[in-house]
Each structure stands twice: as structure tokens, then as C-alpha cells.
């Protein structure tokens, strides 16, 4: 009796064994602090986790695991298995997902952009492009028009930018030469510093990194229609991990993205918008509104150029002109 006893709780144990999931981490490197532009990987983790009773998990790390501008080589060697950066830091790494950084592309929401990203992330040119460093794009982290907030005097004319330093990146770069500024290349965790050295006398940013990144302390004006375009700052994953991941916790993970962007629009568009004019006020900060024409001729200098040079100078390892009719024919669509 005894014997079977054991016999059958062993038995028991080995079905147990077989039927539970093995428990998996996967280490997330970001940069800066929690804020709007991680809300979806934050929303990401709470979500696996409860999907899996804990199974899976991610452990988030803010600057801990690697340099922003290396997180897609940390990507590639398996250093990690989930990271956020952005195309412009490395153009040369990913100039597929670059045609979404393009000036003035007509984006007027959150949601069109991340229908716009997901559309190029799921094009062949691109997978094959990121495949060159193990990495699978798993969501984009959608950003509203970018906007400058500098200090000194401020711009009352598009010809008051001649020779000013600015921090800006891939497209809205090229865009503000067409101007006269002189654009410099800088990673968010730098630009504080910069701006009150005097290094750069302007910043880009969406409203959110204004904030979370101090250059509104000591900005004096902002301006609030220049809008010369975003940048793409995706969410991938190493394909090894992915690939090795369970049935079950990979369904999880991609099953959950689309609540996690939901999740993340809904508070950029809520409570991120809605700290936004209070803190320019409470700061004192001028608001700088350039007229239609300036805009209209602004855009006409800018857009065109900079869409041919790009389709230049990808044509000959992508499909560019492909993806660029792509985007812009979405956008024209209105999808």
C-alpha cells in the first residue's frame, strides 16, 4: 500500500513538472526615469506578469544595463532581451525605420503614428534590416510633433534661427539647417547639461521629455506650432529570446502590446497634455507662434529635400522609395 502510495505521488510530481511552465526573465533596458515615453513597457511588464501568475517576468532597468545609444548592440549580442532607443541615435544601424523621422510626413496623432510604424516594423526591408542585429520589433513608442524650448532671445521670425545651436536629430535636424540652425546630435540624457552650458541654445523634444528632462527650467520660450516632424523610438526584443520563449509567454508578451499602447496613448494624450500648459505657465515661459506663411515656406524648403536625399542615399540597401510611398500614401488615406 505503502508502495503505491509513493509510486503515485511521484507520479503526481512528474505531471505537475510536466504541465508547469518553467519560470522565464527577461532583463529591459531603458534610460532616464518612469515616465510617458515607458508607460507602454511599464504597462507591458504588469500585463505578462498577470498573464503567466508571475511565470514571466520583466525586469526593467532605467540606465542600469547599458548607454541609450547602445541598447540596439546590446540587443544584438544578447546582453539583453528587451530594449527601447531611438532611429536618429544610429541612422547608419536601422535607416529603415528612418523614413518615419522624415520632416513634415502630416501626422496629426499618436494613434496614426503608431499605425504608421507598425506598418513600416512589418515590412520585409525593415525586418531584414534589423535583422542584422538579432532584433525583432515588438512596438513603437508614438510621439506627438516635436517643439523647441530655449533660452535667450527668442525667435519671433523662422530667420531668427540663423546660426543658433539646436538639439535635433535625424529629420527635424535636417529640417531646421534648411533654416540656418546649426542641428547637434545629442542623446536626452545630455541635453540639460548642454543647455545650461551653452552648448546648444535650443532643444527639441516632445512635451513630455521637456519636462522629464529639466529644459524647461530654464527655457524662456516655446514654440508651439513649428511641429517639423517626430522621432521613432521602437521597442524591440533579441529574436533568440523571442524564438525561445514558451507558447505561453510568447503569446503573452505580443498579446499584450496592443493593450499597452492603448494604455500608453491614453495617458500621453491625458495626463501628460494636461501637466503640459500649466508647466509653461508656472515657469513664465513665452509661447512662440510662427504664421502660415512662414510655416508653409518653412515646409516647402524642408520636406521635399529631405525625403529625396533620403531616398538617395537608402536606395541602394532598401526598397526606399517603396517605404516612403508607403508612409505617405497612409497618411494621405488618413490610416
Known amino acids: 500500500m505503502n508502495t503505491y502510495l509513493n509510486r503515485a505521488a511521484i507520479a503526481a510530481l512528474a505531471t505537475a513538472c510536466a504541465t508547469t511552465a518553467v519560470a522565464e526573465e527577461w532583463n529591459v533596458s531603458l534610460w532616464g526615469s518612469p515616465r510617458a515615453f515607458t508607460a507602454h513597457v511599464e504597462k507591458l511588464a504588469e500585463l505578462v506578469s498577470?498573464?503567466?501568475?508571475?511565470?514571466?517576468?520583466?525586469?526593467?532597468?532605467?540606465?542600469?544595463?547599458?548607454?541609450?545609444?547602445?541598447?540596439?548592440?546590446?540587443?544584438?549580442?544578447?546582453a539583453f532581451e528587451m530594449a527601447q532607443f531611438c532611429a536618429g541615435y544610429h541612422r547608419d544601424k536601422n535607416p529603415s525605420i528612418t523614413v518615419l523621422e522624415l520632416p513634415f510626413l502630416g501626422v496629426t496623432s499618436l494613434e496614426q503614428e503608431v499605425a504608421l510604424s507598425m506598418a513600416v516594423y512589418q515590412h520585409p526591408a525593415t525586418v531584414a534590416d534589423l535583422g542584422r542585429w538579432n532584433a525583432t520589433l515588438l512596438m513603437p513608442s508614438p510621439l506627438p510633433q516635436y517643439n523647441l524650448a530655449g533660452s535667450g532671445d527668442a525667435p519671433s521670425t523662422l530667420a531668427d534661427f540663423e546660426g543658433m545651436s539646436v538639439r535635433a536629430t535625424g529629420g527635424i535636424g535636417a529640417a531646421m539647417e534648411t533654416v540656418g540652425a546649426v542641428p547637434t546630435?545629442?542623446?536626452?540624457?545630455?541635453?540639460?547639461?548642454?543647455?545650461?552650458?551653452?552648448?546648444?541654445q535650443a532643444v527639441s523634444f516632445a512635451p513630455h521629455a521637456h519636462m522629464s528632462f529639466g529644459t524647461i527650467?530654464?527655457?524662456?520660450?516655446?514654440?508651439?506650432?513649428?511641429?517639423?516632424?517626430?522621432?521613432?523610438?521602437?521597442v524591440v526584443v533579441n529574436t533568440d529570446a523571442l524564438d525561445g520563449l514558451s507558447d505561453a509567454h510568447r503569446e503573452a508578451l505580443l498579446g499584450s502590446v496592443d493593450e499597452a499602447l492603448d494604455h500608453y496613448i491614453?495617458?500621453?494624450?491625458?495626463?501628460?497634455?494636461?501637466?503640459?500648459?500649466?508647466?509653461?505657465?508656472?515657469?513664465?515661459?513665452?509661447?512662440?507662434?510662427?504664421?502660415?506663411?512662414?510655416?508653409?515656406?518653412?515646409?516647402?524648403?524642408?520636406?521635399?529635400?529631405?525625403?529625396?536625399?533620403?531616398?538617395?542615399?537608402?536606395?541602394?540597401?532598401?526598397?526606399?522609395?517603396?517605404?516612403y510611398d508607403m508612409v505617405t500614401g497612409m497618411i494621405a488615406d488618413g490610416s
Open 185 to 200: 546630435s545629442m542623446s536626452a540624457t545630455e541635453v540639460r547639461q548642454a543647455m545650461d552650458s551653452g552648448v546648444v
Open 50 to 78: 498577470e498573464k503567466t501568475d508571475g511565470e514571466f517576468t520583466l525586469n526593467i532597468s532605467y540606465g542600469g544595463l547599458s548607454n541609450n545609444r547602445e541598447n540596439l548592440d546590446g540587443i544584438s549580442i544578447g
Open 217 to 234: 527650467e530654464n527655457a524662456t520660450w516655446w514654440t508651439e506650432n513649428l511641429n517639423p516632424g517626430t522621432v521613432n523610438c521602437p
Open 266 to 323: 491614453a495617458n500621453y494624450n491625458g495626463a501628460t497634455m494636461d501637466a503640459w500648459g500649466p508647466a509653461l505657465e508656472e515657469r513664465g515661459i513665452e509661447r512662440i507662434s510662427f504664421s502660415d506663411d512662414e510655416l508653409a515656406a518653412f515646409e516647402e524648403a524642408a520636406a521635399a529635400p529631405a525625403a529625396q536625399a533620403w531616398i538617395e542615399q537608402n536606395s541602394g540597401q532598401l526598397p526606399a522609395q517603396e517605404l
